[in-house]
């Protein structure tokens, strides 16, 4: 029941009898009201007391809990029981609710939907709610679509929204009639007199502004009339656009005498087609040359050729870096060279002495037209300097030298004998 609270309380031990187990058996009720207001602990057993009362700490009378009433044999509140609203037996009608003791509709202020609940301190006001529902809800009649100035008022017309309580036209949704025109569309007056909307932009009756109709043969496209079968920005249809090399014919883009077809674009002299695309075999770094042939990274298509950049030198597929050298396809620093897998200084190293793979052994020193062959086995002096075998300065000695035989070199381009010192 609507407001009732059901309050059950075991009595206190020894204040009036209980009812047998038996008698209590499937009941949901503590205790009945006894007949007596004061009973000793062996009376005989009564009924227990009715649903929502308890009984008293001291005597056998079944009473209501602070904040209800006793009606009948229910505990209930008067303030919200809308069959005891007020008062016991004061039934609310099926649409009323009961609110602090009265039977009001829930549909109006200051119990909008809820008890209690006044629209009226934030501005909107009470309206029934869609759907035939008894209860009401807050509207703001300002910008409230569907109660637009008043309740129940909807803005129902297409492309309409309520500003300040009336129905008004979204922006870019010019009025027409009683209605608004979609977004793009102009209200024109027709033949007979009505107010209608119109595309200006693709109405052949209507092309550009109201009233003006296309010519025969003619199609409305962006407000102008064009011939769609040779208007070269609008062939065949509305849009489609031939390119520069091309012109319409009969409604198709065809290409121009002296330029050759390359999927929907034509070539013109000097271009080729690769992969239906016109490009400049000299200059495109994704057809250098002839078709397909790809520029590595770094490099650019410079007359047919895929070129490095000034001042880097090319080695194999890629560019060194300013300041590096190719050697056998690899960048190395200026003075090294790539031997074995790394870049070595072939400018000091013993093993790679001038180049790869030439170490410092015996060598012959012509020194004032004579030739020393020098073992370099005991003959520390000599070492790989900027990649040629020469003596270290004398500063350099670490042991006196053995003396050595020299053979004079005669003419030019003779042969030369030697001897080598020995250790």
């Known amino acids: ?18 009812r047998p187990a038996s008698a209590n058996a499937g009941s949901n ?33 079944c009473s ?20 005891n609203c007020g008062a016991c ?13 009265n039977c009001v509709a829930l549909n109006r202020d200051p119990n909008c939907g809820v008890c209690g609940t006044d629209c009226r301190s934030r501005g909107h006001t009470c309206c029934p709610t869609q759907g035939g529902s008894a209860r009401g809800s807050c509207v703001d009649l300002r910008h409230d679509a569907k109660n637009c100035g008043s309740c129940g008022r909807a803005c129902a017309q297409k492309y309409t929204f309520c500003d300040q309580g009336r129905c008004a036209c979204e ?6 009639g009683s209605g608004c025109c979609p977004p793009g569309e102009t209200c024109c007056i027709d033949e007979k007199g009505y107010a209608v909307c119109r595309d200006l932009r693709h109405d052949d009756q209507n092309c550009g502004a109201c009233g003006s109709p296309c010519g025969s043969g003619l199609t409305c496209c962006d407000g102008r009339c064009v011939d769609l079968m040779r208007s070269p920005t609008n062939c065949g249809r509305c849009g489609t656009a031939c390119t520069p090399s091309q012109r319409c014919e009969l409604g198709r883009c065809v290409c121009s005498a002296g330029t050759i077809a390359c999927g929907s674009d034509c070539c013109t ?28 990274v770094g490099t650019t298509c410079q007359s047919g050729r895929c070129l490095c950049p000034s001042g880097q030198p090319p080695c194999g597929v890629n560019c060194c870096p300013a300041g590096q050298l190719c050697s056998h396809e690899h960048c190395c620093p200026a003075g ?31 020194a004032n037209g004579y030739v020393t062959t020098v073992n370099l086995a005991c003959s520390e002096w000599l070492a790989c300097l900027s990649g040629q075998l020469q003596p270290l300065s004398r500063g350099y000695y670490r042991r006196p030298l053995l ?3 020299h053979a004079r070199v005669h003419g030019r381009g003779g042969s030369a004998l030697g001897s080598t010192t020995a250790c």
Request: aromatic fraction near 4%.
């Open 171 to 176: 922006p870019g949704s010019p009025p027409c």
């Open 336 to 366: 090294h060279a790539w031997c074995n897998g790394q870049c070595i200084d072939v400018r000091s190293d013993p093993l790679n002495c001038g180049e790869c793979n030439r170490p410092v052994t015996n060598f012959s020193i012509a």
């Open 269 to 296: 002299p000097g271009l080729t087609c690769c992969t239906n695309r016109c490009v400049n075999l000299q200059r495109d770094s994704s057809h250098c040359g002839r078709c397909g042939t790809a520029c590595p």
């Open 89 to 101: 037996a004061n039934v609310c009608a099926p649409h009323e609710a009961c609110c602090f003791g």
């Open 1 to 18: 029941m609507t407001g009732s609270v059901a309050l059950r309380f075991a009595p206190r031990q020894g204040s009036c009898a209980q």
């Open 403 to 405: 003396p050595i035989r």
């Open 29 to 61: 009720s503590a205790h009945r009201r006894p007949s007596s207001t004061q009973r000793p602990v062996n009376a005989s057993a009564q009924p227990p007391c009715p649903p929502a009362k308890f009984q008293a700490h001291d005597t056998c009378a």
């Open 64 to 83: 209501c809990a602070a904040g209800f009433t006793e009606c009948g044999d229910d505990c209930v509140t008067l303030s919200t029981d809308r069959r």
